[in-house]
């Protein structure tokens, strides 16, 4: 499966943005989703993900209570829905499939990729 991972951009602290992924050559249906940042200098994070079936969704506990994680799958989308953002949540964020039976927040345990997108935090 091919994804990519859209939606970034400037926004204010305090502000929210949402990103979006999608797919090619596969259902984003029949993988666990993650999303992953990267800041600069900065070890790849796990942020969230949702699981297959029932849509359970996990989250750090950097972003729990301001970010959500979500499938539509008549548009075969996830979107991660960012809120109260803080600068610290500057980075690249990528979406990433998992093709077994749990959810994980290891980027290891991912095989696809998504090429990232820029999400900036500044006033």
């Known amino acids: 499966v091919q994804l990519q991972a859209s939606g970034g951009g400037l926004v204010q602290p305090g502000g929210s943005l949402r990103l979006s992924c999608t797919a090619s050559g596969s259902s984003l249906d029949y993988y666990i989703i993650g999303w992953f940042r990267q800041a600069p200098g900065k070890e790849r994070e796990g942020v969230s993900c949702?699981?297959?079936?029932?849509?359970?969704?996990y989250y750090s506990d950097s972003v729990k209570g301001r970010f959500t994680i979500s499938r539509d799958n008549a548009k075969d989308t996830v979107y991660l829905q960012m809120g109260s953002l803080k600068s610290e949540d500057t980075a690249v964020y990528y979406c990433?499939?998992?093709?077994?039976?749990?959810?994980?927040?290891?980027?290891?345990?991912?095989?696809?990729w998504g090429q990232g997108t820029q999400v900036t935090v500044s006033s």
């Open positions: 949702i699981s297959k079936g029932d849509g359970a969704a």
């Open positions: 990433a499939a998992r093709d077994g039976p749990y959810a994980s927040s290891s980027s290891t345990d991912y095989a696809s």
